[in-house]
């Protein structure tokens, strides 16, 4: 029998590109719908639930990833989400599985890697990307050292974004804080993005004097 699969994801071209990669593979996968936000998918659920997974992303308007993870977990237990996305840092992978996803794939896998991930986790298995794992395994170690820590970052940034501004305020740019962090400069840019709407600023020289101003790095 076919899995079925729903995907949440706002931007138009890797939706695309998700849905041509489970295309892949016809006789393993009947893919269902998309929804752009974790709204709609709520939505669409409401309608016809007969989903077995969905390949969830993080970033989304009106409702991300995880707030969806967590009313799709509780509105529909029988459905299994993994967390498909270009974040591999700590405090989303933390608040991911806090939500209830039972996986967490980066979006840059191939596309055998995400079907047998779905294969994986509709047989009862947790699939991750190996970075993912890794990381996974150290938050499990320690996790009530990583709760206070995102509890201390002013103006809600994470622990990931205080790295990236530290880096910035020492004059890298995407590459190089893409290398030192182990991190891919696309994923850098949305961090990037993250804090310039969370301190409420438009560039780099800006983002990091009031982060030295407010004693965040």
């Known amino acids: 029998m076919k899995i079925k699969v729903a995907t949440a994801e706002d931007n138009n071209l890797l939706a695309n590109s998700i849905r041509e990669k489970l295309g892949l593979f016809p006789n393993d996968i009947e893919f269902k ?58 405090d989303k992978i933390f608040r991911s599985i806090q939500a209830g996803a039972m996986g967490y794939l980066l979006k840059d896998e191939k596309p055998d890697k995400i079907c047998e991930g779905i294969k994986e986790i509709m047989a009862g298995g947790a699939p991750m990307s190996p970075a993912i794992a890794a990381k996974s395994l150290a938050l499990l170690r320690n996790p009530n050292k990583f709760v206070q820590d995102e509890e201390q970052d002013d103006y809600d940034l994470t622990k990931r974004e205080i790295e990236v501004l530290n880096k910035l305020s020492i004059g890298l740019d995407y590459l190089e804080i893409s290398e030192a962090l182990f991190i891919s400069p696309f994923t850098v840019r949305k961090h990037i993005e993250n804090i310039y709407r969370k301190l409420q600023v438009h560039n780099k020289m800006t983002a990091v004097k009031k982060a030295i101003k407010h004693k965040i790095i």
Not at 41 to 48: E, T
Not at 55 to 75: R, S
């Open 33 to 90: 719908y998309r929804a752009v936000n974790g709204a709609d998918l709520l939505k669409k659920l409401n309608v016809d639930s007969s989903v077995d997974t969905i390949l969830m992303d993080i970033e989304m308007p009106e409702m991300d990833g995880i707030e969806a993870t967590k009313q799709v977990t509780k509105l529909f237990p029988h459905i299994k989400i993994i967390m498909l996305t270009v974040f591999d840092d700590e």
